[in-house]
């Protein structure tokens, strides 16, 4: 893994709080806001290959979000909240389409995913038998820096909800149900079968420690997913046809269900019956509401809710419109849907390794869109699934080879004579399956 990226995902695995004047700063905040300018230019540059859709849509997400925070807002308020904020996600984005630009440095990032979710087994036993949390509190001991706290919500079935360094249990699944089809698809043909098998259950049961059912239903949508491609291997469209079946399905279910079948979902992937239908009143009410104040949200500011609710939102697309307004949310959720769209539909040699990696993103980042409308998301997760997102988006423009080159000409190949590499023969790489060599000076 290129030593950027490296340097990033440890930055957000640090769970360091401290003071910088007013602003309060982790590892991976100070890193970012030391680089947005240089990553912006660079990016804005094509320095990271061609400025995409994708980037515009999350430029304008962020732009717009600022503004709807001034206009509900005081001015001093407004420029405290969304440059850390803007430090959080446009950081996280840019490193991640700066970090990752070709398919041996993502294959890196998964192996790193991994290591780091495998190396974090023992502490998250220990986390989950006694309820007390391990390296937090080792980094509160350095003077000036404060750590994550213990949620300390009840147990579920006699176990205590991991949160390992993020801020909350359902920040650490959501990390950790990134990491299984992931790992599963694109590590295939890399490492033995034993191995890949073996890792992957590790994986799935660091996200079942987060007793989450939103992470655990983002978990379940990958292993489906997988077997939907296994089972449709031979149709020439699967992802289309499983588009139509879920929407007949839905149709389905709408008609049978006593009310809206997305309450019926909700009410039948929660943990607990409450806690559904506390996401169904939010729902309806967070409508309203976005109805009432479509354009900049209401920020901050108090909203018709029933007074035995919290105010609360455990899903992030809803806050997003509800806080910062419509555009906010649509221009950001419009960005993932047509990533995920237009990696899905690149003509990737069928069964390579690219093809693959392709495969393993697109069901990940389906499974994440799905799930943070389940969870909400902040602080160094939210740079985290910034970074994830930014760090497929290589795909777009990935080249693959179309055809055989045509033969040489005997008089250029008499004239050739032989020929070796200026590294040595040991030092040649063949290439990995789907690409073509890089021109030199230019990156993919």
């Known amino acids: 893994m290129p030593f950027f990226a490296l340097v990033v995902f440890v930055a957000l695995l640090i769970p360091a709080f401290f003071h910088i004047g007013t602003l309060l700063m982790t590892p991976s905040r100070l890193l970012f806001l030391l680089l947005i300018p240089l990553l912006l230019m660079k990016l804005l540059g094509k320095s990271y ?3 995409t859709y994708i980037d515009w849509l999350i430029l304008f997400h962020m732009s717009w979000f600022t503004l709807s925070v001034f206009v509900n807002a005081s001015a001093s308020t407004a ?3 969304t440059g850390v904020n803007t430090v959080i996600l446009l950081g996280g984005y840019l490193a991640g389409r700066a970090a990752i630009r070709d398919l041996d440095q993502f294959l890196g990032f998964v192996r790193f995913f991994a290591l780091v979710l495998t190396l974090s087994v023992p502490f998250i036993v220990y986390e989950t038998l006694t309820g007390h949390l391990t390296i937090p509190k080792i980094v509160e001991m350095i003077p000036g820096v404060t750590s994550n706290r213990d949620v300390q919500y009840p147990r579920r079935m006699g176990l205590d909800r991991v949160q390992f360094v993020f801020v909350h249990p359902i920040h ?3 990390f950790c149900s990134l990491s299984v089809a992931l790992f599963f698809l694109a590590m295939k043909n890399q490492i033995g079968n034993f191995r890949l098998w073996a890792q992957a259950a590790v ?3 660091t996200t079942f420690f987060s007793l989450s059912s939103g992470p655990l239903l983002s978990m379940i949508i990958q292993f489906l997913l997988i077997m939907w491609l296994y089972v449709m291997r031979k149709n020439e469209r699967p992802w289309m046809t499983l588009v139509w079946i879920s929407l007949g399905l839905y149709v389905v279910l709408e008609v049978a269900s006593n009310g809206p079948a997305l309450y019926y979902i909700i009410t039948k992937v929660a943990f607990n ?4 239908n506390a996401r169904r009143v939010l729902l309806d009410y967070g409508i309203d509401q976005v109805i009432a104040t479509p354009v900049f949200g209401i920020f901050k500011r108090p909203w018709n809710l029933p007074p035995w609710m919290t105010g609360s939102l455990d899903n992030y697309w809803l806050g997003l419109a509800v806080a910062f307004g419509f555009p906010t949310f649509f221009s950001q959720f419009l960005a993932f849907i047509l990533a995920i769209v237009a990696v899905a539909k690149r003509d990737f040699p069928k069964g390579s390794t690219l093809d693959r990696v392709r495969t ?4 990940s980042m389906i499974s994440a869109t799905l799930t943070l409308g389940t969870v909400f998301v902040w602080s160094e997760i939210a740079s985290f699934m910034f970074f994830f997102f930014a760090a497929g988006l290589w795909m777009l423009d990935a080249e693959v ?3 055989e080159a045509p033969p040489p000409e005997p008089e250029a ?6 020929q070796y590499s200026r590294y040595g023969p040991s030092r040649q790489r063949p290439l990995g399956p789907g690409l073509v060599p890089r021109a030199a000076g230019r990156r993919t």
């Open 413 to 418: 190949e008499a004239r050739r004579g032989p």
């Open 49 to 51: 290959g061609r400025v």
């Open 79 to 81: 420029i405290t909240y």
């Open 360 to 363: 393993a993103w697109v069901i």
């Open 172 to 174: 650490y699944g959501f």
């Open 401 to 403: 080879e179309t055809g």
């Open 273 to 276: 019956p409450g806690t559904a």
């Open 203 to 205: 994986l799935a049961l």
